[in-house]
């Protein structure tokens, strides 16, 4: 992949995916507040949307703690734009998907944190008894899974000062 396209993928996944965040928390929520107990059965006894609200960050940690995630969420971006901008990603799409979705994910959620000082969730698989959460949270899971299978991709590099004659020196 060329560098200009590589930018092209990831300020599109970035964007879809911040768009596809806080769409579905505006519609979602605003659904559910005409529906009784703000809930309303997809699939029942499996999955349901749920209007909630959570102060903090994953499965509640840190809640109430609104000051400090948003400043880890705002070091996270800038290490992600770090990498974005200072790593070579021929070949690495996937690499730069994964990075692209975790900030679309933290950007998301960000907004929420900063707007209201609460992040929106309304997915909810009470099948499994899993925490509510938000196509945030999908974003930034997958990614982190897509980052670490890039990672693992990637070819070992052996530097020059290493290599002798007749192969790796030890």
Known sequence: MTRRGGHLLFWLVLTGGLAA????????FRFLSGQPEAAYDVWPGVFMLSRHTN??????LFAGHNTLLI????????FIFYLYVTATWPGRSLGLI???MIAAGALGNLVDRVGSGRVRDFLNFYLIRYPVFNVADILITVGAGCLVIALLRQEPSVAKSEVGHGGVSH
């Open 21 to 28: 965040d806080l769409l579905s928390k505006h519609f979602s």
């Open 55 to 60: 102060t903090g960050g994953p499965f509640s």
């Open 71 to 78: 400043a880890f969420t705002v070091a996270a971006l800038v």
């Open 98 to 100: 994964a990075l692209a």
